[in-house]
């Protein structure tokens, strides 16, 4: 497996712009966390996917950010509108079943928004 | 849901010195609790976890001790190497909603000096 894949790795947008980010996860992983990166907070976990089903969406900053997962290979993470404070690097990780597994890192997408 | 603390923010230690990293949690079930090296620009990688149920392991340079009635958890390296410096993630894993979610601590920047 290739691991998790996450599109595109780096975007800039303009300010007011809709962005769309995606991932892949490894194949037969049943959970799928979104989370973002920043100097300032670390790693903040967004929103989380059990079996394509969005489990928890707390830490979703505003209306502004929504997910889907339509099916189990496919999930996305959009901003609309995009903001400058949204510039991060905005993570994927998939793990395999509840309870104590590893969960695997996509390589990131470097939002900026400008 | 889970809040993970971790100190120090920053560590810097010369080559060969131990470095111990101390992280709290807040969920009593939380079951899992993984470390992550982020080397520049790169994804978290897992280097090494514990579960609830064992108090300590170790993998070459590395070891982790778990205090679950203190709920608290450390990452200790030995004999550091400059290629040790990274930023470095404890994480637990504890109920959120109807599944499990994965909440990091801040990280600690640690440098390695020769």
Known sequence: ?114 | GENVEQHPSTLSVQEGDSAVIKCTYSDSASNYFPWYKQELGKRPQLIIDIRSNVGEKKDQRIAVTLNKTAKHFSLHITETQPEDSAVYFCAARGRSNSGYALNFGKGTSLLVTP
Request: net charge negative; hydrophobic share 35%; glycine share 8%.
């Open chain 1, 1 to 114: 497996d290739a691991g998790v894949i996450q599109s595109p790795r780096h975007e800039v947008t303009e300010m007011g712009q809709e962005v769309t980010l995606r991932c892949k996860p490894i194949s037969g992983h049943d959970y799928l966390f979104w989370y973002r990166q920043t100097m300032m907070r670390g790693l903040e976990l967004l929103i989380y996917f059990n079996n394509n089903v969005p489990i928890d969406d707390s830490g979703m900053p505003e209306d502004r950010f929504s997910a889907k997962m339509p099916n189990a290979s496919f999930s996305t993470l959009k901003i609309q509108p995009s903001e400058p404070r949204d510039s991060a690097v905005y993570f994927c990780a998939s793990s395999l079943t509840q309870g104590s597994t590893e969960a695997f890192f996509g390589q990131g997408t470097r939002l900026t928004v400008v």
